[in-house]
């Protein structure tokens, strides 16, 4: 039979190379699929990789793609953290945006200096607010967070769509529900020329330096992890349990808005119901396969965008449907989850039970 | 007010209320069955995607509707036996691997779904299941129409009800199943498996689970669509507590739901031009979200609800 024996702290190298097996077991599975669409896999990869890290158009795309899954992983890493189950990202997502084109597209004239960081701030403060009620509903009156925040994607989905159908809607928009156009002074600078890559990629990287330190060198961070491993020893041992839980689903809830300030005011430039093809929920494989650590969030944010922005080039170029991204990153999640197992034990195979209780 | 009464006294209105409550009266048996067990089930809603899309395609290659309804349970169980095996003998986080489920269900039913037909602008539609018209009983007054005029699934939902009752509460198995909610150690002082009788309750639930879905294809749409399980999962995860984790309560909570979701769609046509469509659409997830802080005080949940079991432990 198979015996757990638990595990002291893990190294970082064990820990990467734990989310590097579970990334390689789902790409192997992956091959079931493609073969069962006619695919051969090595095509289909050599396809995914060319699409993904074959020019600098590919490369500064796969970039682009990772920014807001970079600020979705973290939102949802440090939730998890402190086992704040957020799983409304996405829609935290959405009310970044619609918070970014709120006061981005006219209602206040100012110069960049000015309106950026103030695009900003309001995508930030509309996630975290989102994000604060499911938190209150926890922490008052014992609501499970998991199915208020899922619900929740939902409720603001459609409040997006209600909006953008309503008072937000660009009359100049030929009839499309789509909002007015972010101003030029609110939009957030490319990167490059000619290339769809902004500055949001430099927020994302440095909201990860920023949750890191945070984690890492601060009391706050302290208090999270604590909250996470054990709440209610937390709380006998006087940490703070419901204010770090309001402070997770805040910072976690106003990451999530971020990346919505980014797609919107970094990349489209309005914004209209399908701006996100469910960055929040793929957040949730890139804190898992990255072991809800910061830094390793930026890496399994590129892992996972290469793997959409590489499919989507296979796609076009062999037909196969590119839900085979979502399917990867989909089984990349149950692979990092069971190859978790071997950062928390030692697993050996012994004998029959009988034998063992011989030997002890 | 009137028009409301109107409303509320029509045979038509309180069919079109068991006819929204079918998919979640399947998902909430299926729901509580797995927490009763202790293990919380968060890949409903790729199961319901699973089982609308299995059950669709089924059908769509001839297997005929018991067919289809039998391949969509199938679905269901494979992708619960996937949740039971990272969450009962390997102990995983229930909350992460329900989630992976859930991602893992449903882009397997898309890419399926998109594979089989690479390029169709329009759905294509299956002869679905219809009304079952039970002469004598259909033309009872209110009852008839209401009650008589489903299709069979619908009945097979209700009958669940009644057996989930049955073997919950009036069988041995049922109270091994409570048991292993409850307090695991004490059913394996007993000499019975705690694994598997989670693993086999929670792929039986899960199969019940992916019934919901085929309704939704097989019943109530005809064909298959993205996004067309729309967070009737996730509801029925509410449901769930709301109805304390009694198959009759879920029953009732499941018709007050489909009640209220008519109810609101016959609202919609009166007022439906000052208000937006988008706050009637809400109501739903808005309704879920009201019913677990209702309840919230009061919840009393499996006790062993996401704790895992390991054997010869405690």
Redesign the interface.
Known sequence: MIR?EPRGPSSVSRMLGVSIAAAVAALLLAAI?MA??GLSVFEGYSLMVKGAFGSLFAFTEMLTRATPLILTGLAVAVAFRAKL?N?GAEGQLYAGALAAVAVGTGVISAPPYVLIPIVIVAGALAGGLVMLGPTL?KTR????E???T??????IL??V??ML??PMKDPMGMGWPQSEPILDAAALPKLMDRMRIHWGLVIALVASLGVYFLLKRTVWGFEIRAVGENAAAARHAGIPVTATFIRVGLLSGALAGLAGVGEVAGLKGYLTADLSPGFG?SG??VA?LAGLSPAGVVLAALFIASIFVGADSMSRAT???N??A??I???A??CV??S??FLRFKIRFVGSQTNQEAAE | MTDILDILISANFWAAALRIATPLIFGVIGALVCERAGVLNLGIEGIFTAGAMAGWMAVWLGAGLWGGVLVAAMAGAFFGLIHAILTVPLGLSQHVSGIGVTLFATSLSYFIYRTALPDVSSPPRIEAFKPLDIPGLSDLPFLGPALFQQTPLTFLALLLVAVTAYVLYRTPLGLAIQAVGDNPAAVESQGLSVYAIRIGTVVAGSAIMALGGAFLTMSAFDAFFFGMVNGRGWICIALTVFASWRPGKALIGALLFGAFDAFQVRLQTEVGSFIPGQVFLMMPYLLSIAALIVVARRADYPRALLVPYFRGQR
Not at chain 1, 150 to 155: A, D, E, Q, V
Request: aromatic share 16%; charged share 5%; hydrophobic share 70%.
């Open positions: 757990f699929p069962f669409a189950w799983i509903l009156l014992g609501v499970d998991v199915v208020t899922l619900l929740l994607n939902f409720i459609l409040f769509q209600m159908e309503g929920y949730i494989v898992m037909g196969v449907s839900y085979l979502d399917l990153v989909a089984m999640l149950l989850l069971v978790g197992l």
